[in-house]
């Protein structure tokens, strides 16, 4: 039985100084498991991995692109950073549609084998082909469920957005993806609110139909990433909110995050 899926829904962004701004736009977001990429490949019609098809999974376009494979990739985070091998690997992200994917975030879940959630890598792409991630390891006993809600904190070190200051503190809130995918980003600056993201989707298991559907439904998901992200920057740009200068990409590829709150609703 497969396990990857798509998640349909909504990414909402609000900013609250020195502008108001908010956008929101639809989005199909993929949840690739990474051990079934072998069996997607071969099984689905229109899907490849790392070869060219209507919908492509390129290991290039993840992790450190350094051309390793998606498991080979976070096994080497885990032991480098003493963590365990997990399990299994969730990674939410775009996959290329006819050729072209851009992400400005992607995130892997990592569990253990009693399927508890034992780490999660935030990884942040800006449009001048840099990355960074952020690397949160969770010491919970409970039982992954739909039920229970992460909290997670990470100061920045990575530039994004040439609107945004870097002296920020990240805030992530999500529930594990199960039906439903929620996940929110709340980014303070000196203690101050100064934007929320929003990514919410209600999944489908990929399937034949699903591929082909998408095809037809969503053609230009991922150009539309691209166009909106520079969209809504012309408009920043037209309020007159002030351009940072982009400072040297940090020496480290990866920063340490740290859970702040766990419980079950």
């Not at 990355?131 to 990470?154: G, W």
């Not at 209600?202 to 998408?214: C, W």
């Not at 166009?227 to 940090?250: D, N, Q, S, T, Y």
């Amino acid at each position: 039985m497969i396990r990857s899926a798509l998640y349909h829904g909504d990414v909402m962004h609000q900013r609250f100084t020195p502008k108001s701004h908010r956008f929101e736009y639809s989005l199909s977001s993929w949840l690739i498991d990474i051990d079934e990429l072998g069996t997607l490949h071969r099984d689905l019609r229109g899907f490849s991995w790392n070869k060219g098809a209507l919908f492509s999974f390129h290991d290039s376009d993840y992790g450190f692109a350094d051309g390793r494979a998606p498991r080979a990739f976070i096994n080497d985070i885990m032991q480098e950073n003493q963590l365990p091998i997990p399990e299994r690997v969730e990674l939410l992200c775009q996959i290329r549609c006819l050729g072209y994917v851009f992400n400005p975030l992607v995130v892997w879940f990592c569990y253990d084998a009693n399927q508890n959630l034992n780490a999660v890598l935030y990884e942040v792409r800006n449009t001048f082909k840099q990355r960074h991630h952020y690397l949160v390891p969770i010491n919970n006993s409970d039982t992954a469920t739909h039920t229970q809600l992460y909290k997670h904190q990470a100061d920045k070190h990575f530039y994004v957005s040439p609107f945004m200051p870097m002296e920020c503190t990240y805030q992530f809130t999500f529930k594990l993806p199960q039906e439903k995918l929620a996940l929110t980003i709340n980014q303070t600056h000196q203690g101050k609110p100064i934007m929320t993201a929003v990514w919410k989707g209600q999944r489908e298991t990929l399937s034949q139909s699903v591929i082909t559907k998408q095809l037809f439904k969503h053609p230009l998901n991922t150009v539309k990433v691209i166009f909106a992200i520079h969209w809504e920057a012309l408009k920043l740009w037209g309020k007159g909110v002030k351009l940072v200068k982009r400072p040297a990409a940090p020496s480290h590829l990866i920063s340490h995050g740290q859970p702040t709150h766990s419980s079950k609703r």
